[in-house]
């Protein structure tokens, strides 16, 4: 599809418009036929000479005064067709037909592979890309391959430095229209749309419709599969995706597809070691914001989350998870290669690396790979020298929260380590199995 201001033509709506071009030089001579005289009979083998319609302004020309009349709203402008709904106005009646399915809700065109349905039909080609893998448009510099237009002309610019976009403001340039849209904000200081229920100001009136839907609990947008309502389209959208399995966000550098633009960028940074979330109290970065959030709590010694069982508290839902666990025995996730059992979806994908051998996680310092990312951490820390875990006994630090804990015990003097055939009990692992080799074996 393509777009000129307002006007959108379709590629078959052009190609038809275009079959009924000619070249001006290529136009029947109306007096070809003068030198036959008024008795000769014409051939009826020769086709007839075909009329053509030409443009006074670009002198193409059409074979039908439709397609002229349509070619001429180019040049003036005229958009005779309008919606009822919203009062847009349209050049052709095509593209007024397409921007009716947006109040409607129409979705004329399905997908043969989920059931999904769509406004549009590049919208659907596009999409069904998704199931097969198709990459039809090519960079002309690398020979990369990409399933979206879009895709490979923003991966182009890349080479060739090009920044399209330009802030009417102050005249600085981007490569992505997302990232000059996320610059003209800094611009936007007049906040003329103010929300009468908490205060809130927005820029435009369509921010300030949305925002409202968390006061009043409105949820226009349903979910055609299971009814779920919510409060906004890309939320609906986000969720759609669960019921079809669609992955349209693809990684540049491994190929892996995800259902959300976050997760996208979540992984983006395993790959380019980018960690722009800083700590302030000691300047620990991290590539995600709850990444950040959990550390944090290492310095504040905050527990929000308390176990239903125990009153014992954490400082991570994912903690708090595993530990409750502990106390119902639940292990919901299973290991298709041995059948072993895990409570934890992460434990799970942990322990299926020694099966594959994958160690996705790299060091910064050194290029040492590892399986999980709390071996990285702790080994980088082997460059760093950071020790986040203080003993609150004493104010010895560690580099390890296992190392604090097993420290902790000279202190509390706990013994949680048992020998089943003496009864003797030890602070550390270490320490049992000594004990048994020398004891016992």
Known sequence: MREVGEITVTLEEEEEETGYLINSRERPDSHSDSSKSPSEEPDPETPKPVRRHHCSKCNKSFKLSLNLKEHERKHTGRKPFHCSQCGKRFSRSQNLKKHSRIHTGEKPYHCSHCGKNFRLLDKLKEHERTHTGEKPYHCSLCGKSFSQLANQKEHERKHTEEKPFQCSQCGKRFSRSQNLKIHQRTHAREKTYLCSQCGKCFTQLWSLNKHNRIHTGEK??????????????????????????????????????????????????????????????????????????????????????????????????????????????????????????????????????????????????????????????????????????????CGKTFSRSQDLKSHERTHTGEKPYHCSLCGKDFSHLGSLNKHKKAMHS
Do not use: M
């Open 220 to 393: 226009p947008y349903h979910c055609s599969h299971c009814g779920k309502s919510f409060g906004l389209l890309g939320n609906l959208k986000e969720h759609e995706r669960k019921h079809t399995g669609e992955k349209p966000f693809q990684c540049s550098h491994c190929g892996k597809r995800f259902t959300r633009l976050q997760q996208l960028k979540s992984h983006e940074r395993t790959h380019t070691g980018e960690k722009p979330y800083h700590c302030l109290q000691c300047e620990k970065s991290f590539a995600q914001l709850a990444s950040l959030n959990n550390h944090k709590r290492i310095h504040t010694g905050e527990t929000p989350y308390p176990c239903a069982h125990c009153e014992k508290r954490f400082s991570r839902p994912q903690e708090l998870k595993s530990h409750e666990r502990t106390h119902t025995g639940e292990k919901p996730y299973h290991c298709s290669q041995c059948k072993r059992s895990f409570s934890l979806l992460g434990s799970l994908n942990k322990h299926n690396r020694i099966h594959t051998g994958e160690k996705p996680y790299h060091c910064a310092h050194c290029g040492k790979t590892f399986s999980r990312s709390q071996d990285l951490k702790s080994h980088e820390r082997t460059h760093t020298g950071e020790k986040p875990y203080p003993c609150a006994h």
